[in-house]
């Protein structure tokens, strides 16, 4: 029986735990990879996935994963379920493709723990809301601000650009009011400046739920 066969034998994919992984690692060093494939593999093992530029490549990337976990636990109770670590250092991107991250993390009956390890500005911050749990390291900070847009085009083509971004903006209202303890007064006092703030105002304002003191 290879290795390999051991590793897995009897045993499911949800079952796989990072010391498994790591026990079967130095149990075949003649396949010993570079550290960043080990790093990869471990990580996927672990759940853990990592948010930087918003764009439709770190939106597909991350949305397949969260798919791909919620079929391996699909046996599984909800309450069972190993979570889904997002770790996000991000300045933000592009809000079509945020909100497809957003809505995969809100379909995801496996719970997703969404972690601001430096920065979740912009998109990078409503992503960051949208976790099952959010937590955030001590000195880590946040921006919310409406966003930006804008197109080359004909005058027809702006107004309808106009209105389908107008539509956008309120979409992302609507969910930050859902999702944390903005007023809309106050979000509207805020929509039109950068406001800057970290994690203890993040708490008071329903942005996070925990700040971190050891790793989790």
Same mark, same amino acid.
């Given at each position: 029986?290879?290795?390999?066969?051991?590793?897995?034998?009897d045993?499911?994919?949800?079952d796989?735990?990072?010391?498994?992984f790591?026990?079967?690692?130095?149990?075949?060093?003649?396949?010993?990879? $570079?550290?960043?494939?080990?790093?990869?593999?471990?990580?996927?093992?672990?759940?853990?996935?990592?948010?930087?530029?918003?764009?439709?490549?770190?939106?597909?990337?991350i949305?397949?994963?969260?798919?791909?976990?919620?079929?391996?636990?699909?046996?599984?109770?909800?309450?069972?379920?190993?979570?889904?670590?997002?770790?996000?250092?991000?300045? $933000?991107?592009?809000?079509?493709?945020?909100?497809?991250?957003?809505?995969?993390?809100?379909?995801?009956?496996?719970?997703?723990?969404?972690?601001?390890?430096?920065?979740?500005?912009?998109?990078?911050?409503?992503?960051?809301?949208?976790?099952?749990?959010?937590?955030?390291?001590?000195?880590?900070?946040?921006?919310?601000?409406?966003?930006?847009?804008g197109?080359?085009?004909?005058? $027809?083509?702006?107004?309808?650009?106009s209105?389908?971004?107008?539509?956008?903006?309120?979409?992302?209202?609507?969910f930050?009011?859902?999702?944390?303890?903005?007023?809309?007064?106050?979000?509207?006092?805020?929509?039109?400046?950068d406001?800057?703030?970290?994690?203890?105002?993040a708490i008071?304002?329903?942005?996070?739920?925990?700040?971190?003191?050891?790793?989790?």
């Amino acid at each position: 029986m290879s290795e390999e066969k051991k590793f897995m034998d009897d045993k499911k994919i949800a079952d796989v735990t990072p010391e498994d992984f790591i026990i079967n690692y130095l149990n075949n060093t003649s396949e010993i990879k $570079g550290i960043e494939d080990v790093s990869a593999a471990y990580d996927a093992i672990d759940r853990v996935l990592f948010l930087a530029d918003v764009d439709e490549e770190s939106a597909e990337a991350i949305s397949h994963l969260i798919r791909m976990w919620n079929t391996v636990d699909k046996d599984i109770e909800s309450e069972k379920r190993v979570p889904i670590k997002l770790y996000i250092d991000s300045h $933000g991107g592009d809000i079509t493709a945020g909100f497809t991250i957003i809505d995969a993390i809100k379909m995801s009956k496996t719970p997703i723990y969404t972690i601001n390890m430096g920065s979740a500005y912009s998109m990078g911050l409503c992503i960051f809301v949208a976790g099952h749990r959010r937590f955030s390291y001590p000195h880590a900070s946040f921006l919310f601000h409406e966003g930006s847009g804008g197109m080359i085009g004909d005058a $027809g083509k702006f107004k309808n650009f106009s209105k389908f971004y107008e539509n956008l903006l309120n979409q992302l209202k609507t969910f930050l009011l859902d999702n944390t303890k903005m007023t809309p007064e106050l979000y509207k006092e805020k929509d039109r400046d950068d406001w800057w703030f970290f994690a203890d105002e993040a708490i008071e304002y329903g942005f996070c739920d925990e700040i971190l003191e050891e790793f989790i």
